[in-house]
């Protein structure tokens, strides 16, 4: 694909469920990050991917959070046992490995749980 | 750690006039980036404009133009000849340069403008 592709579009769920959100990457892009933006907030970091590797998880809000990335391509985010708190857009970003590299961001994931 | 604050919660502009969003940061490191990206009703974020804090020289992209104030940790965008397509939330994002979490970005709190036709 030409973009980063993320599902689906938007979700809801009830408190308490699991949810899983998806990013297709940009073909040949290493790395990958997840980021979360609140309502009528900035972008907050969560997780970044090189290959299949997560070496910075240092944004996971808790442990309900976890990401795993397969092929060096697909990844998923899963939400444990969802809170009204983690309703949110989840987007997803990927890039080359070189440090002048710009990131691509795809369209996020609006989740909301009732 | 390192913060970006954007003191615009909204800003508002006529076609074809300019505006300055503003934007501050603090950090310890002297080799960074920044950044502004543009989030309109889409989501997608869309990069603006990027400046090397290495270079004194101001970057331009056409008719958007940043004011970086490296002692004084400012980072301003002007948009000159404003458009109606420019309406939008306008994020200003800072990177440290080192390590190789190249795409860890932290962000301000977002400007929306409005482009008045």
């Known amino acids: 694909g030409a973009g980063v592709s993320q599902s689906p579009s938007n979700k809801v769920t009830e408190k308490g469920k699991d949810v899983e959100l998806r990013c297709d990457p940009i073909?040949?892009?290493?790395?990958l990050y997840w980021y979360r933006q609140s309502l009528g907030q900035g972008l907050e970091f969560l997780i970044y991917?090189?290959?299949?590797?997560?070496?910075?998880k240092s944004g996971l809000p808790s442990d309900r959070f976890s990401a795993e990335r397969t092929g060096g391509s697909v990844s998923t985010l899963t939400i444990q046992r969802t809170q009204q708190e983690d309703s949110a857009v989840y987007l997803c970003?990927?890039?080359?490995?070189?440090?002048?590299?710009?990131?691509?961001f795809g369209n996020g994931t609006r989740l909301t749980v009732t | 750690a390192q913060t970006v604050t954007q003191s615009q919660p909204e800003m508002s502009v006529q076609e074809a006039e300019t505006v300055t969003l503003s934007c501050t940061y603090d950090?310890?490191?002297?080799?960074?980036?920044l950044f502004w990206y543009k989030q309109p009703p889409s989501r997608q974020m869309i990069l603006v404009i990027r400046?090397?804090?290495?270079?004194?020289q101001n970057a331009t992209e056409n008719r958007f133009s940043v004011n970086f104030q490296k002692a004084a940790k400012s980072f301003s965008l002007k948009i000159s000849d404003s458009q109606l397509g420019d309406a939008a939330m306008y994020f200003c994002?800072?990177?440290?340069?080192?390590?190789?979490?190249?795409?860890?970005?932290?962000f301000g709190q977002g400007t929306i403008l409005t482009v008045h036709p």
């Open positions: 970003a990927s890039s080359r490995r070189r440090r002048e590299s710009p990131l691509h």
């Open positions: 073909s040949g892009h290493t790395a």
């Open positions: 991917f090189q290959g299949n590797s997560a070496p910075d």
């Open positions: 950090t310890s490191e002297s080799d960074y980036y």
């Open positions: 400046q090397e804090a290495y270079k004194q």
């Open positions: 994002a800072y990177r440290y340069a080192g390590g190789t979490s190249y795409g860890k970005l932290t």
